[in-house]
């Protein structure tokens, strides 16, 4: 018997293949999430020493990071419009939270 698919309810499955496939340019840069990782991306370069100076490895984590800036945020978003993060009547955390650890690793 195969095992039974995890199903996800955060919003977030979607978008987290879209930016992991495209990179940013599958985000639409006129939001606001979108226009402070950019300014997060900038930031690591210029603390770098600029964008040309830059090693493809470098630029490559400094990408890395602003795009789990950006997944980190938007969960963090949806976690805090809940109205609990604890099932009262299992008396459990709730799947959720699993997801954010996962990203954050």
Do not use: C
């Not at 879209?18 to 402070?36: H, N, Q, Y």
Request: net charge positive.
């Amino acid at each position: 018997m195969t095992a039974r698919r995890a199903y996800t309810r955060h919003g977030l499955t979607a978008p987290m293949v879209r930016v992991k496939l495209a990179g940013f340019s599958a985000i639409d840069r006129r939001t606001a999430a979108a226009r402070e990782q950019l300014a997060l991306r900038r930031e690591l370069a210029n603390a770098l020493g600029g964008e040309a100076d830059l090693t493809p490895q470098r630029r490559k984590l400094i990408d890395m990071a602003a795009r789990a800036s950006l997944l980190l945020d938007h969960v963090d978003a949806w976690l805090f419009q809940q109205r609990s993060l604890v099932n009262a009547r299992a008396k459990t955390y709730r799947s959720w939270s699993s997801a954010r650890r996962s990203l954050i690793i």
